[in-house]
């Protein structure tokens, strides 16, 4: 069984008024063991109220990256999530266990276009993702359909906008918002309808080779039932789950990823 070992945490920021990004430092001599594949997620230990708490969360940062970043959102009686949030500081220290996970992008030689359905927290493995097809090939393209209640609800929302600055016609945002009504954005939730708007009318230029569904069982059904129903072939979906424990510390968990 892997160990825990202790990091310190070197930015804590806030990304909505309910979720932080969490930054740890990565010591020289253990760089080999936090070494990670984008998508792949980590847990942390830690003692709330007297009692020894794991959780898992997924990383957001390129593997390329010198730290390892997740988002921790709060959610109602998640005793780590609201620590996290409110009394976590930079300086800091947590137990994490190394990288793992199946949910995974294994990068290509050859140039791809993938495209992601990620609501609410699922985005941050979604990050990863898209950093890294996004820096594995100058010519890879990455369309990116991401639901959430606001826009101030919207985890890394700015630096979403800078991927679409950075990566001009190689990267595209699909925002779809349940209760606001934004410019460019859609109203209501990642369903049925707005799946097929995404690939037969918007992008239907567009060959992809790989589809990655990141959020709650809901919405993941939803968009593959979808795809399989347009002819996406079942080994082009890969999913994962975010769900709550049972004991109703609704804390945001993460379950490996596997090919629908």
């Known amino acids: 069984m892997s160990d825990f070992y202790s990091l310190t945490i070197d930015k804590i ?3 909505t008024p309910n979720s932080v990004a969490v930054s740890f430092i990565i010591p020289k001599e253990l760089e080999n063991k936090f070494s990670f594949e984008a998508g792949q997620y980590i847990t942390v230990k ?3 109220g007297g009692e020894e708490i794991r959780r898992a969360y997924s990383i957001s940062s390129s593997p390329k990256d010198k730290h390892i970043t997740i988002g921790v959102k709060k959610v109602p009686e998640g005793r780590f999530s609201a620590f996290a949030n409110s009394s976590l ?3 800091d220290q947590l137990l ?3 990288p793992e996970g199946r949910f995974v992008y294994k990068t290509s030689n050859k140039q791809e276009n993938i495209c992601a359905f990620a609501a ?6 979604i990050m990863s993702i898209a950093r890294t097809v996004l820096e594995s090939h100058p010519e890879n393209t990455f369309v990116l359909v991401y639901g959430n209640q606001n826009k101030s609800e919207t985890m890394f929302h700015q630096e979403i906008l ?3 600055n950075e990566y001009k016609n190689r990267f595209t945002v699909q925002f779809v918002y349940s209760r606001a009504r934004e410019e460019d954005s859609l109203f209501g939730r990642i369903d049925t309808s707005v799946v097929n708007f995404i690939l037969k009318n918007k992008f239907k230029e567009i060959n992809f080779n790989t589809f990655y569904l990141c959020g709650p069982e809901a919405m993941i ?3 593959c039932d979808t795809l399989k129903a347009i002819g996406v072939p079942e080994d082009s979906i890969y999913f994962e789950l975010f769900t709550t424990t049972e004991n109703k510390d609704s804390e945001t968990n993460t379950h490996e990823g596997k090919t629908m």
Do not use: C, D, Q
């Not at 609410?120 to 493995?125: E, K, L």
């Open 120 to 125: 609410g927290s699922g985005i941050t493995p």
């Open 89 to 91: 500081k930079e300086g």
């Open 221 to 223: 059904n939803v968009a």
């Open 96 to 98: 994490i266990m190394p």
């Open 46 to 48: 830690h003692n709330v």
């Open 13 to 15: 920021s806030r990304l």
């Open 162 to 164: 800078e991927l679409v």
